[in-house]
């Protein structure tokens, strides 16, 4: 049974750090896709990290040069490193992960085509 876990989230002030952990528990799969999505109040999820696949990384622009997605596979665990970070950001934030084909792609993936989620974490940035 796969289980993503995630760790992380709190409050802080504009212009500060946090990093976000998802522990995948029980992901075996060889060639994935992962991501971290955000989720605004009434809200679609919007996509802020993916990383895996035959491309390397991506980043929603608005994260671009704050933000970086990485993958422990030792640990089985996916980071989002944020730095700088603005009340625009404040949101619920989401790992996810999908097995994919050697060569498919993880840029612009929509949350539909994952299919493991975590339960999310609350990142609060205040002014």
């Known amino acids: 049974q796969v289980q993503l876990v995630e760790s992380g989230g709190g409050s802080v002030q504009a212009g500060g750090s946090l990093t976000l952990s998802c522990v995948l528990s029980?992901?075996?799969?060889?060639?994935?896709?992962y991501a971290w999505f955000r989720q605004f109040p009434g809200g679609e999820r919007e996509g802020v990290a993916r990383?895996?696949?035959?491309?390397?990384?991506s980043y929603t622009n608005s994260v671009k040069g704050r933000f970086t997605i990485s993958v422990d596979n030792s640990k089985n665990t996916l980071y989002l490193q944020m730095n700088g970070l603005r009340p625009e950001d404040t949101a619920k934030y989401f790992c996810?992960?999908?097995?994919?084909?050697?060569?498919?792609?993880?840029?612009?993936?929509?949350?539909?085509?994952?299919?493991?989620w975590g339960q999310g974490t609350q990142v609060t940035v205040a002014s």
């Open positions: 990383t895996g696949g035959y491309d390397t990384t």
């Open positions: 029980g992901y075996r799969y060889g060639s994935s896709c």
């Open positions: 996810t992960a999908q097995p994919i084909m050697r060569g498919e792609v993880c840029r612009g993936r929509p949350p539909a085509e994952f299919t493991f």
